[in-house]
């Protein structure tokens, strides 16, 4: 027998689907900022390591740098744009990183990568972090606050 539905069967249907839906958009909130900051996580840690083989390659000679300078690479480009690598004959490039990653908390899509991220100089105190002639860390420009508690330019 094929019967229509009564108007308080559609609207308890209807009400009921959105309760389900209320109930739902706060969990999707969450992983989407959980996977926002696993994604933070990675990028901090590929772009550190990324800086750190800089380092380890100017110490053992095989990226040119003055005497005065720390060592640290000069700024983010350099780590996926590339370096002559002095070792060489033919001083072919040296890439740390693929790409630049984007801090995902940046809120200009269109923004550089580069310009996503905050610098810190080898000389600036690790208290209030400041770009200089070098890159020695980076950090995420968002005032926000991970599910941890800890800010995310703390990360």
């Given at each position: 027998?094929?019967?229509?539905f009564?108007?308080?069967?559609?609207?308890?249907?209807?009400a009921?689907?959105?309760?389900l839906a209320?109930?739902?958009?706060?969990m999707?909130?969450r992983l989407?900022r959980?996977?926002?900051?696993?994604?933070?996580?990675?990028?901090?840690?590929e772009i550190?390591?990324a800086?750190?083989a800089?380092?380890?390659?100017?110490e053992?000679?095989?990226?040119?740098?003055?005497?005065?300078?720390?060592?640290y690479?000069?700024?983010?480009?350099?780590?996926w744009?590339?370096?002559?690598d002095l070792s060489r004959p033919d001083h072919r490039?040296?890439y740390f990183?693929?790409r630049l990653?984007?801090d995902?908390?940046?809120?200009?899509?269109g923004?550089?990568?580069?310009q996503?991220?905050?610098l810190?100089?080898?000389?600036?105190?690790p208290n209030?972090p400041?770009?200089?002639?070098?890159?020695?860390?980076?950090?995420?420009?968002s005032p926000g606050?991970g599910?941890?508690?800890?800010?995310y330019?703390d990360?």
């Amino acid at each position: 027998m094929n019967r229509g539905f009564t108007l308080i069967e559609l609207v308890v249907t209807l009400a009921i689907l959105g309760l389900l839906a209320g109930m739902a958009a706060p969990m999707l909130g969450r992983l989407q900022r959980e996977r926002k900051e696993n994604e933070l996580r990675r990028d901090l840690r590929e772009i550190r390591t990324a800086i750190d083989a800089y380092k380890t390659d100017t110490e053992d000679g095989r990226i040119a740098t003055s005497v005065d300078a720390s060592g640290y690479p000069p700024s983010l480009d350099v780590l996926w744009k590339g370096v002559p690598d002095l070792s060489r004959p033919d001083h072919r490039m040296i890439y740390f990183l693929r790409r630049l990653p984007r801090d995902p908390f940046y809120p200009d899509q269109g923004a550089p990568a580069d310009q996503t991220w905050g610098l810190r100089s080898y000389e600036s105190g690790p208290n209030a972090p400041e770009p200089g002639d070098d890159v020695y860390d980076v950090h995420s420009l968002s005032p926000g606050v991970g599910l941890n508690g800890v800010p995310y330019r703390d990360w």
